[in-house]
C-alpha cells in the first residue's frame, strides 16, 4: 500500500459537490418518476421518506464513517477494520468496474443525442431511429457480428474526458468537475422543468403523478420499490462512498454532509418526476390518449419518449439539447466517481502512481465497453448485466458488509463514534437500530422477492441460456473476482494503518451486537481506538504528527 499523504477535498463543499454528484445519476432523471406512478402516486412519498429515514441515510452515514476512520479504498478500509473483510472491498471493485463498463456506453448516447437534437435527426420515428439506425441492434441476444462506429468513437471520447479527470486527481480534477457540473445540471433542469410546466396538458401530468393511491400503502411490491429506489439513488452499496469518504478531513461533519446529500438527491428525484410528467402530460394532449399511456422509464423514456415530445414542442431542439446535456452531466458525474474506486483500490494495492493506475484500468475498461456493449449486441449485454449486477451484485454486497460490521464484528458503537466526534447531530440508537435490524432485513426480503421474480419467469424473456452467463455469470464473476484479488499480497502495507483490530469475544453476538447492547455475562466490551471520541492515532496515508491540511494532491 502506498504511503503517499493521501490525497483531500479542499473544503466540505468540495466534498458535498462531488457526493452529489455520484448520486445524482441517470437514473434520478429516467427511473424514479415511473416507479413512484407505478407504485402509488403521491402515496409512494410516505414509503420513500420512511425508507430514507430509516436505510438510506443510516447506511451513508455509515459509509462515510467507514472511509474517514480507516481513510483508504474500500478493500483497504475494510482488510483494516477486519483482514478476511477484504474481500468485500474488492467484490465491490469488480462491481464498479462492470457499471462502469456499461454506464459509460449510455451516456455516450446522451452524448450524440445532444447532437442529434440539433437538426431532430429521428424525424417522425423516434423508436426505428434509436434501435435499428442508431445502435442497429441485432435479433439474437448474446450475438455480436459488428461494432457499432457512431457509438464506438463516442465512447472513446467518453473515456478520454473521464480518464483526463481522474488523472488530475481528487482536488484539481474530481472536485472541481463537480463544482461545474452540479451547478449546470440544476440550472439546465430548472430550464426545462419551467418550459415543461407551460405546456398544454402539463397539469393533467402533474395530477397523474401526484394523485395518491393510499391502497398501495398495502402493496409489499411498493415498500420494496421505495427501498430500492433510495437505495440505488444514494451510491451506497459499492464502495463509493466509503471511496469519497476517505479524502475527508477529521473535522468535517459527517451526519449532517449525509443529510444534505440525501435530501438533495431526493429533491433532484422530485424536480425530475415534475418534469418529466409535465411533458408526458403534454405528450398525452398532443396524441390524445390518457397520460397512463404514455407512460415510460429507462432508456425508452430518455431516447424514445422524449425524443417524440420534443419534435412536437415549439423551439424543441433547444430543449432537446438541454435534455440530453443534462443526462451528460448526471452521467459523467456519476461515472467518474465510479471508476475513482477502482482506481484508488488498484493504486493502494500496487503501490503505483495515480497516473499509471489510471491508465491501466481506464484501457481496461474502454477495452471492455467498446468490445461488448458498442456492437450490436450490446442493447441486450447492457440490459442483462444491469439487472444482475445490482439487483444480485450491490444489494448482496451491501447486505453483506451490514452483517459483518453490524453482527460480526459488532462495529456499529465504533463508527457512531466516528461520526459524533466532528458531527453536532449526535447519533443515538435508532442508527444502530436501522443498520442491524431495519436495512438488513430490507435487503434480505429485496433479494428473496428478485428471486422469487426471477424463477417465475426470465428476466426481460431473455433466453436462459444467455441470462446464465450474461446476468448470473456476471453478477457471480464479480463475487469471485473479489474473492481472489483478497489473496493477493498488497506491495506495501502502511505501518500505521489500524489494521485487524480485535473481534470481540462476543463477535457473533447477532442484535444484541448490532445496537450496541453488552449480553449479560460478557462484561465490558474492550475499547477501540476512536471510540471515546478523542483525537486518532495517525492513520492510514497521514503521517504521525501531519496535520490534515497540510497533505498534498499526492504523487502523479
Known amino acids: 500500500m502506498s504511503t503517499q499523504p493521501r490525497e483531500q477535498w479542499s473544503t466540505r463543499a468540495g466534498f458535498l459537490f462531488a457526493a452529489i454528484g455520484s448520486a445524482v445519476g441517470l437514473g434520478n432523471i429516467w427511473r424514479f418518476p415511473a416507479v413512484a406512478y407505478e407504485a402509488g402516486g403521491g402515496a409512494f412519498l410516505l414509503p420513500y421518506l420512511i425508507a430514507l429515514l430509516t436505510a438510506g441515510i443510516p447506511l451513508l452515514i455509515l459509509e462515510y464513517t467507514i472511509g474517514r476512520r480507516y481513510r483508504a479504498s474500500a478493500p483497504g478500509s475494510f482488510r483494516r477494520m477486519w483482514r478476511p473483510a477484504e474481500a468485500l472491498g474488492w467484490w465491490q471493485v469488480a462491481i464498479c468496474f462492470v457499471i462502469a463498463a456499461y454506464y459509460a456506453v449510455i451516456l455516450a448516447w446522451a452524448v450524440r443525442y445532444v447532437g442529434f437534437s440539433v437538426n431532430l435527426s429521428w424525424g417522425d420515428d423516434p423508436d426505428g431511429y434509436f434501435f435499428n439506425d442508431f445502435l442497429r441492434v441485432g435479433d439474437e441476444p448474446g450475438a455480436i457480428t459488428s461494432f457499432v462506429p457512431g457509438v464506438a468513437w463516442t465512447l472513446l471520447a467518453v473515456w478520454l474526458v473521464t480518464l483526463v479527470v481522474l488523472w488530475l486527481g481528487v482536488r484539481r480534477g474530481i472536485e472541481w468537475c463537480n463544482r461545474i457540473f452540479i451547478p449546470l445540471l440544476i440550472v439546465f433542469f430548472l430550464v426545462l422543468v419551467a418550459r415543461a410546466l407551460t405546456l398544454e396538458g402539463a397539469l393533467d401530468g402533474l395530477d397523474a403523478f401526484f394523485r395518491p393511491d393510499w391502497s398501495a400503502l398495502t402493496d409489499s411490491s411498493v415498500w420494496i420499490a421505495a427501498y430500492g429506489q433510495i437505495f440505488f439513488s444514494l451510491s451506497v452499496g459499492f464502495g463509493v462512498m466509503i471511496t469519497y469518504a476517505s479524502y475527508l478531513k477529521r473535522k468535517v461533519d459527517l451526519s449532517g454532509s449525509a443529510l444534505a446529500v440525501s435530501f438533495s438527491?431526493?429533491?433532484?428525484?422530485?424536480?425530475?418526476?415534475?418534469?418529466?410528467?409535465?411533458?408526458?402530460?403534454?405528450?398525452?394532449?398532443?396524441?390524445?390518449?390518457?397520460?397512463?399511456?404514455?407512460?415510460?422509464?429507462?432508456?425508452?423514456?430518455?431516447?424514445?419518449?422524449?425524443?417524440?415530445?420534443?419534435?412536437?414542442?415549439?423551439?424543441?431542439?433547444?430543449?432537446?439539447?438541454?435534455?440530453?446535456?443534462?443526462?451528460?452531466?448526471?452521467?459523467?458525474?456519476?461515472?467518474?466517481?465510479?471508476?475513482?474506486?477502482?482506481?484508488?483500490?488498484?493504486?493502494?494495492?500496487t503501490g503505483i502512481s495515480r497516473t499509471r493506475a489510471v491508465l491501466i484500468i481506464g484501457g481496461a475498461l474502454a477495452v471492455t465497453s467498446t468490445g461488448l456493449f458498442a456492437t450490436d449486441g450490446g442493447l441486450y449485454l447492457l440490459d442483462a448485466a444491469d439487472h444482475f449486477i445490482n439487483s444480485y451484485g450491490v444489494t448482496l454486497a451491501a447486505l453483506a458488509v451490514l452483517i459483518i460490521v453490524s453482527w460480526?464484528?459488532?462495529k456499529l458503537p465504533q463508527q457512531q463514534a466516528e461520526a459524533d466526534s466532528s458531527s453536532s447531530v449526535r447519533l443515538g440508537v435508532w442508527w444502530r437500530l436501522c443498520l442491524g435490524v431495519i436495512t438488513p432485513a430490507v435487503l434480505g426480503w429485496m433479494m428473496v422477492d428478485s428471486l422469487i421474480g426471477e424463477f417465475q419467469e426470465?428476466?426481460?424473456?431473455?433466453?436462459?441460456s444467455f441470462l446464465l452467463w450474461a446476468g448470473w455469470g456476471v453478477a457471480a464473476g464479480a463475487l469471485l473476482v473479489g474473492v481472489v484479488m483478497s489473496l493477493l499480497p498488497w506491495r506495501r502495507d502502511d505501518p500505521h494503518a489500524p489494521e485487524n483490530e480485535p473481534v470481540p469475544a462476543t463477535a457473533a453476538g447477532g442484535a444484541a451486537g448490532a445496537t450496541g447492547a453488552t449480553p449479560p455475562g460478557t462484561g465490558a466490551r474492550p475499547v477501540e481506538p476512536g471510540t471515546t471520541g478523542a483525537p486518532p492515532a495517525p492513520g492510514p496515508g497521514r503521517e504521525p504528527g501531519a496535520d490534515d491540511d497540510g497533505t498534498t494532491e499526492g504523487s502523479r
Open 265 to 349: 438527491n431526493c429533491s433532484f428525484e422530485l424536480l425530475a418526476g415534475i418534469g418529466v410528467f409535465a411533458v408526458l402530460g403534454f405528450m398525452a394532449a398532443q396524441s390524445g390518449v390518457p397520460v397512463d399511456e404514455v407512460v415510460s422509464e429507462g432508456i425508452g423514456l430518455a431516447f424514445v419518449a422524449f425524443p417524440q415530445i420534443v419534435s412536437q414542442m415549439p423551439a424543441g431542439a433547444f430543449f432537446g439539447v438541454l435534455f440530453f446535456a443534462s443526462l451528460v452531466a448526471a452521467g459523467l458525474t456519476s461515472l467518474i466517481s465510479i471508476v475513482q474506486v477502482i482506481v484508488s483500490a488498484v493504486q493502494e494495492h
Open 408 to 410: 460480526y464484528l459488532r
Open 458 to 464: 426470465n428476466y426481460g424473456d431473455f433466453p436462459t
